[in-house]
């Protein structure tokens, strides 16, 4: 291959005259990387600046793709400047590269301007765009606060025997909230305080009984070196007020609720605290409302979507937990258990899209005024900004509010008397998460759905057909397919061409090897585990659904700031290079996936 011609055509270098763009040929070493081989590793100095004529590399950092170059990109050129590369970069396919020495390279810098500023001016725009101005940043430093920046109290302990007259003066010599405590085979529970004083005022227990007695065990711990973030998402699944802190496995002390908030009394977004003090609906709206700034806050800041999932999924728990005590009395609470379905029950609805909730009774109890309640349930829920379903599957419905046995009757139908709203129906049901009550409603009507399937195996193909019942939007050519006119011309909707196919396949193999986890990523790493899915596989699936998230997150945030409704669609034309290739490679892996489940279910042979 002749560098020169090949050069005169790829900015900046064609900007170059002629006597220097020969110096530059003569200079330029020509490399040919096999697919997956390694171009650069991570943190090396590069000794050339790299031109690409055939094929494409992507930079990996932290198991993700931070960047990708195809023919006529110039690479790395900040690796370059900095004398370290950022990431591992790998070819994609067999590549072909110009390699030009960094000396000849800092000379064209010096000496050229009309070479050097188009360069600079690339770097500084995909700068910029790598590192989005954060407009939170107190919750930024949050993000990043490690456990050990907090105030840890020092272990404060006595044995199990001891009296809780005992205790009590512990801690108050102390100056200590709790303690913990030891009994003779080793475990540790802990006490607080609060369990003193209830123990002796309202249980009328004898200030000498053993302070074992009145201690919770089974403790709740993180080591000193994690973020507080999960200390404060760990708190609110728990719906407790203290973690024991760890270093290397010794207890180093009590990371207490009122430290944590201390250490974040200037942030804002503390929901859980909200919703937990909330009084009123009035008041549990207010906390809902911040729900959108904390996405854009954490997304802003460069959270994986995986872990805001999970906390806002701990929060939306809470949320709507919280809203029940608020409207349902007591004794319905005992004897019912609200559950949320679909992606909220996945841990994957990220901003407000539509309801997804049902109410199991337990067999035999009536509430006269059990229509009034969910009602006021759904409509208080499209106050705080969900909106309701469009298929109406809400606590509202009588369809999804009725006792286990009644549900139980639903699950037989669903899967003996298949049909398509039976099949959809089915696939809700299966990721539904308990929120309030008992837990158990929910827990055996699970059991129920597996006892049934287990006489039912032509079930799984049958459900597993939904997986290839929308078209892929990549045409022959890898371009995109979009819509030709009306609302959505020129977008692509996200959910139906690569979301749900992965999800739902997923799904249904989940389903097929009774697998617990509702998340769709903790599914594909238990079926990777099982050797369902092949490491290969299950890195691509998770990569290509991280992915088509992320960018229904951005678009959907950019589309709310703009006062646009929600949904799925998606211009191609409005993303960067980058975001466009690795959607590309993602409808690529959907379609690989289809294949697949086709294969799994032997799908060609159901009708």
């Given at each position: 291959m002749e560098p020169r011609p090949q050069l005169s055509r790829i900015p900046p270098f064609d900007r170059l005259p002629a006597e220097t763009?020969?110096?530059?040929?003569?200079?330029?070493?020509?490399?040919?990387?096999?697919?997956?081989?390694?171009?650069?590793?991570?943190?090396?100095?590069?000794?050339?600046?790299?031109?690409?004529?055939?094929?494409?590399?992507?930079?990996?950092?932290?198991?993700?793709?931070?960047?990708?170059?195809?023919?006529?990109?110039?690479?790395?050129?900040?690796?370059?400047?900095?004398?370290?590369?950022?990431?591992?970069?790998?070819?994609?396919?067999?590549?072909?590269?110009?390699?030009?020495?960094?000396?000849?390279?800092?000379?064209?810098?010096?000496?050229?301007?009309?070479?050097?500023?188009?360069?600079?001016?690339?770097l500084a725009g995909r700068t910029a765009g790598s590192r989005p101005v954060d407009t939170h940043g107190e919750l930024a430093g949050f993000m990043i606060?490690?456990?050990?920046?907090?105030?840890?109290?020092?272990?404060?302990?006595?044995?199990?025997?001891?009296?809780?007259?005992?205790?009590?003066?512990?801690?108050?010599?102390?100056?200590?909230?709790?303690?913990?405590?030891?009994?003779?085979?080793?475990?540790?529970g802990i006490c607080s305080g609060t369990d003193l004083?209830?123990?002796?005022?309202?249980?009328?227990?004898?200030?000498?009984?053993?302070?074992?007695?009145?201690?919770?065990?089974?403790?709740?711990?993180?080591?000193?070196?994690?973020?507080?973030?999960?200390?404060?998402?760990?708190?609110?699944?728990?719906?407790?007020?203290?973690?024991?802190?760890?270093?290397?496995?010794?207890?180093?002390?009590?990371?207490?609720?009122?430290?944590?908030?201390?250490?974040?009394?200037n942030h804002s977004h503390l929901i859980a605290v909200q919703i937990e003090r909330a009084g009123s609906r009035e008041e549990l709206a207010k906390a809902s409302h911040e729900l959108t700034r904390v996405i854009e806050a954490l997304h802003g800041k460069g959270v994986k979507l995986r872990y805001i999932g999970q906390l806002l999924s701990e929060l939306n728990k809470k949320l709507l937990g919280k809203l029940f005590t608020l409207i349902a009395p007591p004794e319905l609470i005992d004897n019912a258990c609200l559950v949320v379905m679909g992606s909220e029950g996945r841990?994957?609805?990220?901003?407000?899209?539509?309801?997804?909730?049902?109410?199991?009774?337990?067999?035999?109890?009536?509430?006269?005024?059990?229509?009034?309640?969910?009602?006021?349930?759904?409509?208080?829920?499209?106050?705080?900004g969900?909106?309701?379903?469009?298929?109406?599957?809400?606590?509202?419905?009588?369809?999804?509010?009725?006792?286990?046995?009644?549900?139980?009757?639903?699950?037989?139908?669903?899967?003996?008397?298949?049909?398509?709203?039976?099949?959809?129906?089915?696939?809700?049901?299966?990721?539904?998460?308990?929120?309030?009550?008992?837990?158990?409603?929910?827990?055996?009507?699970?059991?129920?759905?597996?006892?049934?399937?287990?006489?039912?195996?032509?079930?799984?193909a049958h459900f597993a057909r939904a997986t290839v019942s929308f078209e892929t939007p990549l045409g022959f050519f890898q371009n995109f397919v979009t819509g030709k006119d009306g609302q959505h011309r020129d977008e692509l909707d996200l959910k139906k061409g690569g979301i749900f196919p992965l999800t739902h396949g997923v799904r249904s193999l989940a389903l097929e090897h009774r697998l617990e986890p509702t998340n769709t990523l903790?599914?594909?790493?238990?079926?990777?585990?099982?050797?369902?899915?092949?490491?290969?596989?299950?890195?691509?699936?998770?990569?290509?659904?991280?992915?088509?998230?992320?960018?229904?997150l951005t678009t959907g945030l950019r589309k709310l700031k703009a006062g646009l409704p929600q949904d799925n669609f998606v211009n191609p034309n409005e993303l960067n290079k980058l975001e466009r290739e690795l959607l590309r490679d993602s409808f690529k892996i959907v379609n690989e996936f289809k294949k697949f489940i086709t294969f799994h279910f032997k799908l060609n042979l159901v009708t």
């Open positions: 763009l020969a110096r530059v040929a003569e200079a330029v070493d020509v490399l040919f990387f096999r697919r997956d081989q390694t171009v650069l590793t991570e943190q090396e100095a590069p000794d050339s600046l790299y031109v690409l004529t055939q094929g494409s590399v992507q930079v990996l950092a932290g198991g993700e793709v931070i960047a990708r170059y195809g023919p006529e990109d110039c690479f790395d050129l900040e690796a370059l400047l900095r004398r370290r590369s950022p990431g591992r970069i790998v070819a994609r396919e067999d590549t072909v590269c110009l390699a030009l020495p960094r000396a000849e390279f800092l000379y064209l810098l010096a000496e050229c301007p009309e070479f050097a500023d188009p360069l600079f001016a690339e606060a490690k456990i050990g920046d907090a105030y840890v109290h020092p272990p404060l302990q006595v044995t199990a025997a001891s009296s809780i007259h005992e205790a009590a003066r512990a801690m108050r010599d102390n100056r200590a909230t709790s303690l913990l405590v030891v009994r003779e085979d080793g475990e540790i004083r209830n123990a002796v005022v309202i249980e009328r227990r004898s200030p000498d009984a053993p302070v074992g007695d009145i201690a919770s065990y089974g403790l709740v711990s993180l080591e000193e070196d994690d973020f507080l973030f999960n200390a404060l998402l760990t708190m609110t699944r728990h719906s407790i007020s203290r973690v024991v802190i760890r270093h290397d496995g010794a207890i180093r002390g009590v990371l207490e609720q009122v430290d944590l908030l201390s250490y974040l009394s841990e994957e609805q990220i901003l407000k899209t539509d309801q997804d909730n049902a109410l199991l009774l337990r067999d035999g109890y009536t509430h006269p005024g059990l229509d009034a309640i969910t009602q006021a349930f759904t409509e208080a829920l499209v106050a705080f969900y909106p309701p379903c469009p298929g109406n599957i809400m606590v509202s419905n009588p369809y999804w509010t009725k006792p286990l046995g009644a549900f139980k009757d639903e699950i037989f139908n669903w899967i003996k008397r298949p049909s398509e709203d039976g099949f959809m129906h089915f696939a809700i049901f299966f990721d539904a998460m308990p929120v309030a009550g008992d837990t158990a409603l929910l827990d055996e009507a699970k059991r129920y759905l597996h006892q049934q399937l287990q006489s039912n195996s032509g079930f799984f903790e599914r594909i790493e238990a079926l990777e585990a099982k050797g369902v899915l092949t490491p290969a596989r299950a890195a691509g699936l998770t990569e290509a659904l991280t992915m088509m998230s992320t960018l229904r």
